[in-house]
């Protein structure tokens, strides 16, 4: 498996906070940049996977959506975030 529990549990502590802390708004960005990146790796070995294409599209939307909201609540994290993940806005 891709996303072992240890892994999770780095993601979360470096950017939630803590490692329980998995409701946080960072450490969901941070997952999901995880997982896209996994599945982007993906499909350049296999572009006509297209359950899995639908399934990176579905987990772009919702970054977009954590980002958009921890934008309008916090620009500071929001700015903080982009810059340690390296994503493109």
């Keep these: 498996m891709y996303l072992a529990a240890e892994k999770k549990k780095e993601i979360f502590a470096k950017h939630g906070g803590a ?3 998995t409701g946080s708004t960072e450490g969901q960005i941070a ?3 995880y997982r ?3 599945l982007t790796e993906h499909l350049k070995k296999n572009r006509k996977d297209y ?3 639908r399934a990176l599209q579905l987990l772009v939307g919702k970054r977009r959506s954590f980002l958009d ?3 309008k609540k916090d620009i ?3 700015r903080a975030i982009v810059k340690e993940l390296g994503l493109r806005r």
Excluded: D
Aim: charged share 20%.
């Design 31 to 33: 997952l999901f940049t």
């Design 19 to 21: 490692e329980t802390n």
């Design 36 to 38: 896209i990146s996994h």
């Design 69 to 71: 909201y921890l934008k």
């Design 76 to 78: 500071e994290r929001y």
């Design 51 to 53: 359950g899995t294409q």
